[in-house]
């Protein structure tokens, strides 16, 4: 099976006998590893935070489709559940493919099904690009975000999960006043059209609120960084070693 790059635990060294040699990777512990625990705080922040904030937006279902409360529930419930139950999968995919292509599909998918979901007809549209579409690309870019941070630690492990998982407490309270601004200002149509990212420029909006759709992906943004990262690092090794020859 396809080993990712990304499981930075142990670097392989030569040794005196041509024998293969353990010694621990720069990054465990590191201030790069820092830099995981943040993308990982924004990303519960925008992910955990939208699904702990969508009671504002049955409100709106409420009003906008004229269904039972339970029937409208089923819509959020839905993407909450299948955020989480799709964990096991995705950890298949993270073996295969790696903690960044998922992430960075589940940002993808997770923002197609917040633009979708802008045009519902019905509570029964919800239910596949709410519920479905955006609960699985949730669970495809808050798994890799879980997982990143254990990897690149080993003595400070539980600090720095601890650390990370605040992100939903805070987006709980940010992405709650966030949505029911949005909401009161511009519908709740918009308002998801700008959660993910896309909305139509040709209505005047203020500017400003391009900042939603971008703080959407920047946790993904820091795992694109991280490869461009470590071929400077490498190509700095490199020109070190030549010049001590």
Not at 85 to 108: D, K, M, S, W, Y
Not at 164 to 173: C, L, Q
Not at 219 to 229: K, T, V
Request: charged share 15%; glycine share 12%; aromatic share 14%.
């Amino acid at each position: 099976m396809y080993t990712s790059h990304e499981d930075i635990g142990y670097d392989f060294e030569d040794g005196p006998k041509d024998k293969k040699t353990l010694k621990p990777h720069p990054n465990i512990d590191g201030g790069w590893a820092w830099m995981m625990v943040l993308s990982s705080f924004f990303v519960h922040i925008l992910i955990m935070g939208s699904q702990m904030a969508l009671g504002v937006l049955n409100v709106e279902w409420l009003e906008e489709f004229h269904q039972s409360r339970g029937l409208t529930a089923w819509v959020s419930s839905l993407s909450m559940g299948i955020t989480l139950i799709v964990g096991p999968f995705i950890g298949l995919f993270i073996n295969t493919c790696g903690c960044r292509q998922t992430a960075i599909i589940g940002g993808l998918v997770n923002s197609l099904g917040w633009v979708l979901s802008a045009y519902a007809a019905n509570v029964h549209y919800l239910f596949i690009t709410f519920g479905v579409a955006a609960g699985l690309g949730s669970g495809m870019a808050y798994l890799p975000a879980v997982v990143m941070v254990g990897r690149y630690f080993q003595k400070r492990r539980a600090l720095a999960q601890g650390l990370s998982t605040t992100g939903t407490g805070f987006g709980t309270f940010l992405m709650t006043v966030l949505l029911k601004y949005l909401c009161a200002e511009y519908g709740w149509r918009n308002a998801m059209l700008i959660q993910g990212w896309i909305y139509d420029i040709t209505q005047k909006y203020d500017f400003s609120f391009y900042i939603c759709g971008l703080l959407y992906m920047i946790g993904i943004l820091f795992l694109l960084i991280q490869p461009c990262i470590r071929i400077i690092e490498q190509s700095r090794r490199k020109y070190m070693d030549g010049a001590h020859v």
